[in-house]
Nanobody, 114 residues
Framework: VQLQASGGGLVQAGGSLRFSCTTS????????MSWYCQAPGKQRELVAQ???????YYTDSVKGRFTISTDNAKNTVYLQMNGLKPEDTAVYYC?????????WGQGTLVTVSS
C-alpha cells in the first residue's frame, strides 16, 4: 500500500486547509484510514479516523473543526481543517491500517501563525 499526502502549508489562525492522501487501489474501501499529527517535541497522535463502514472518530481538540472523508473512486482520504489554531501546528501523516498491516504516508507540515 502506498500513501501520498499533500496539502500542507502556512496559514493564519482561523484559516483553512485541506489534506489529501491518495492511496493504492481499493485501500480506502478496505483499510481503516487515519490522520495523525506530531508536533515538535511531542509524540505522534491520532487526529481523525474513518473505517470502511463509515464510522468516524475525532480527537476532542478537533471536533467541530476538522472533517475526515473518503472518495473510494479516487482512492483518496481527505482532512478538511477549518478554524485552525496555532496549536494545530504539526507534521500530519496519513495512515492505512488493517489487522497487523500498517502503512504511513510521508508527513506534510502545517504551520498556523497567530
Amino acid at each position: 500500500v502506498q500513501l501520498q499526502a499533500s496539502g500542507g502549508g502556512l496559514v493564519q489562525a482561523g484559516g483553512s486547509l485541506r489534506f489529501s492522501c491518495t492511496t493504492s487501489k481499493n485501500t480506502v474501501s478496505m483499510y481503516v484510514m487515519s490522520w495523525y499529527c506530531q508536533a515538535p517535541g511531542k509524540q505522534r497522535e491520532l487526529v481523525a479516523q474513518i473505517t470502511p463502514g463509515g464510522s468516524i472518530y475525532y480527537t476532542d481538540s478537533v471536533k467541530g473543526r476538522f472533517t475526515i472523508s473518503t472518495d473510494n473512486a479516487k482512492n483518496t482520504v481527505y482532512l478538511q481543517m477549518n478554524g485552525l489554531k496555532p496549536e494545530d501546528t504539526a507534521v500530519y501523516y496519513c495512515n492505512a491500517a488493517r489487522g497487523v498491516q500498517n502503512f504511513w504516508g510521508q508527513g506534510t507540515l502545517v504551520t498556523v501563525s497567530s
